[in-house]
């Protein structure tokens, strides 16, 4: 029996996986990582090696954000609210360098967004708060951390409106353009 269902964005690396849900009128239950599942559902056999936990307020936007060495793959998903959730190809060999796909991941759909590594990953809280949860297939490494403007215009990213301007950290605030970014082979 297949628990996860795994479909091919434009970027056909990313994907978006959509779990079994198990429910009635007391609740729910789903397997959110097998890795038997994983693999037969994509091909794939990454190790995870890390998982985080961020909470965000309403409008807090993250990224885009990358390490150019110890590259990350990363398995994202909601646990509560929801978030407009985006990939950029930074591959300079890939048919799709530059180029971003989109998700909506909320804490009621449970889909998971698979971003392999050699991509930039943001996103941007649109409920109330988000606790967005995420597996990485490599550690954390400030040093080899870098972060692309999330709104350069040559990306185009349409992100949403909120009413207001995306709340930033400092560090995304002075995050560079596209252009003048390290990429991957």
Known sequence: M???QALSTDIPDVLILTPKVFGDDRGFFFESFNRRTWEQA???QDTFVQENHSRSSQGVLRGLHYQIKQAQGKL???VNGSVF????DLRQSSP???KWVSTILTADNKQQFWI???FAHGFLVLSEYADFLYKATDFYAPEHERAIAWNDPDLGITWPETGAPPSLSPKDARAISFARAEYYP
């Not at 959730?85 to 950029?88: I, K, S």
């Open 2 to 4: 297949n628990n996860m």
């Open 85 to 88: 959730d985006v990939a950029v």
């Open 76 to 78: 994202v998903r909601v």
């Open 96 to 98: 799709t360098f530059g």
């Open 116 to 118: 392999p590594p050699g």
């Open 42 to 44: 994509t091909g794939l």
